[in-house]
């Protein structure tokens, strides 16, 4: 149950657009030059981003992004599906009972697997992906740049001695 | 964070096998036709639940697999870490995963492997840790009986 490099791109690229403590926006070249990332893969996550809500964007000589919202107020788990969609280890888990899903799906969700209603273990896949959530769910942008900091002070008190 | 084929059809193969594991030993056609796997494919897994010591094998024309100690004492998680490799959402064969997890990483890596990879495994191996290949065979027995629904009409 890999993550993908795109989801841990997306949360590296905020965490690091929320040091740079700045009410305005931030160039995703700036982003790509100092995660050293490139800077088209970064225009796909923040386009998908953008979509989600969690960020703004502006245009021109002082565009970039900003975050929508108080970093507090974005967890990594909807980071993670804003570009990644939900985090299942299994496909079925996304249709069918428990997704919350409508009639279209249900429908859907034979095409699926043919299995989808006697299935025993696709209860421990979406066992697993409420695990996951839950995880993912429990820590906020503001949570993660507490421990940067706290890991960028714990370095420098280091290279001092 | 997909699990892979493995994972999937070793865990069905396994709640299979113990189901019958009481009558004897469960031929492993038997196992792809009510699975719906393929044969081959079910040797590869198979192979490797019997590497992690979870079921063994009996020649001869009765033949078939039984597990090698009741199913209340497997765990999902230990089937699932042999099926899969591990259970870490953190990819061991990343050049750049390997860089964090030996510690050369900067201040914005360690965070997020802290606060999010080892929370969510953490939570996934709670999870996983605390069904039992048991609780699976309860319940494939209570959405019927296991000989009966796993033909298509």
């Known amino acids: 149950m890999k993550i993908s490099t795109k989801g841990r791109y997306a949360l590296e690229a905020l965490l690091d657009m929320a040091l740079q403590d700045t009410a305005g926006y931030v160039a995703l070249n700036g982003v790509g030059v100092r995660r050293g990332l490139s800077e088209n893969y970064l225009e796909q996550i923040f386009s998908d981003l953008r979509r989600s809500g969690l960020v703004q964007s502006l245009r021109g000589q002082q565009g970039g992004y900003r975050l929508a919202r108080d970093p507090s107020r974005i967890t990594a788990g909807e980071i993670l599906r804003a570009v990644e969609g939900p985090l299942v280890p299994v496909a079925c888990v996304a249709d069918g009972p428990g997704s919350g899903a409508s009639a279209d799906a249900a429908r859907n969700r034979k095409a699926c697997c043919p299995r989808i209603d006697r299935c025993v273990t696709r209860g421990v896949w979406i066992r697993v992906t409420d695990a996951m959530e839950r995880a993912a769910d429990g820590v906020t942008l503001a949570d993660l740049l507490a421990e940067t900091r706290a890991n960028l002070a714990a370095a420098s008190e280091g290279a001092s001695i | ?153």
């Open chain 2, 1 to 153: 964070m997909k699990v892979s084929t493995k994972g999937r059809y070793g865990l069905r193969a396994m709640i299979e096998i113990a189901s019958r594991s009481g009558s004897g030993h469960v031929p492993l056609a038997l196992v792809a036709e009510r699975q719906g796997i393929s044969g081959n494919y079910l040797e590869q897994v198979v192979a490797l639940l019997r590497k992690g010591g979870f079921i063994r094998s009996v020649k001869g024309a009765h033949g078939g697999y039984r597990l090698t100690r009741p199913a209340r004492e497997i765990r999902v998680g230990d089937l699932l870490r042999v099926l899969e490799g591990s259970l870490s959402v953190m990819d061991g064969d990343d050049p750049a995963m390997a860089r964090e997890a030996a510690g050369q990483d900067d201040a914005v890596r360690r965070a997020i492997r802290a606060q999010v990879w080892e929370r969510i495994d953490r939570s996934v191996a709670g999870v996983v840790d605390a069904i039992t290949l048991e609780d699976l065979v309860e319940e494939a027995r209570k959405k019927g009986d296991p000989g009966a629904l796993h033909y298509e009409i």
